[in-house]
Nanobody, 122 residues
């Protein structure tokens, strides 16, 4: 069983920035890829970004390329998402999970944290 605790969300104006954090439990953090996902009401959760276990490979969906940066600290077992130039369409609940790098960065586990709400006003 994994535990994932997301934080750092909030209300920000368009063009602003937020930094999300996700503290993950488990001794396997450093050997697993991680991903950030987001969900809006009535829609399926979608991938935002993924990072390999050693941080050398990063993936972003087209809508966030050049604005978001994913990073990780394997000592702190934490993954981050720096979000700049935020847009109203980025409004969502953001989640992290262990990711299957070779399966389109799909979430590895069915267990999710509570997520963190990001709201971007126009």
């Amino acid at each position: 069983q994994v535990q994932l605790v997301e934080s750092g969300g909030g209300l920000v104006q368009a063009g602003g920035s937020l930094r999300l954090s996700c503290a993950a439990s488990g001794s396997t953090f450093s050997i697993n890829a991680m991903g950030w996902y987001r969900q809006t009401p009535g829609k399926q959760r979608e991938l935002v970004a993924g990072i390999s276990s050693d941080g050398s490979t990063r993936y972003y969906v087209d809508s966030v390329k050049g604005r978001f940066t994913i990073s990780r600290d394997n000592v702190k077992t934490t993954v981050y998402l720096q979000m700049n130039s935020l847009k109203p369409e980025d409004t969502a609940v953001y989640y992290c999970n262990f990711a299957l790098r070779w399966d389109g960065w799909a979430p590895r586990y069915d267990d999710w944290g509570q997520g963190t709400q990001v709201t971007v006003s126009s």
